[in-house]
């Protein structure tokens, strides 16, 4: 079993910057595969981002490549998005969620997830 803590959203200008976190408590948590997802108001959630357990093999959706870096420490049992360049679009609910082991890009392969917290790019 594992609990989801997201911090760190909020409203931010276009080409601001935002830096979320994800605090995991129980046990074993250098054995899930973590990753950021988000929602907007009317849409499915998607996938943004995923890290593998060990962090060296990481994924990103198309529209945040180049903007975002997801990172892990596994001894602190946290996650980390950092979003630079931010756009209107990336306007949606930000969640984190684990799954065990293996690396999968679709949210319904996750077993774990936050609360969410919301992120508001606008001017």
């Known amino acids: 079993q594992v609990q989801l803590v997201e911090s760190g959203g909020g409203l931010v200008q276009p080409g601001g910057s935002l830096r979320l976190s994800c605090v995991a408590s129980?046990?074993?948590?250098?054995?899930?595969?973590m990753g950021w997802f988000r929602q907007a108001p009317g849409k499915e959630r998607e996938f943004v981002a995923i890290?593998?357990?060990?962090?060296?093999?990481?994924e990103y959706t198309d529209s945040v490549k180049d903007r975002f870096t997801i990172s892990r420490d596994n001894v602190k049992n946290t996650v980390a998005l950092q979003m630079n360049n931010l756009k209107p679009e990336d306007t949606a609910v930000y969640y984190c969620?684990?799954?065990?082991?293996?690396?999968?890009?679709?949210?319904?392969?996750?077993?774990?997830w936050g609360q969410g917290t919301q992120v508001t790019v606008s001017s």
């Open positions: 969620a684990a799954r065990w082991s293996s690396v999968r890009l679709n949210p319904k392969e996750y077993d774990y």
């Open positions: 890290i593998s357990v060990s962090g060296g093999r990481s």
């Open positions: 129980g046990r074993f948590f250098s054995n899930y595969v």
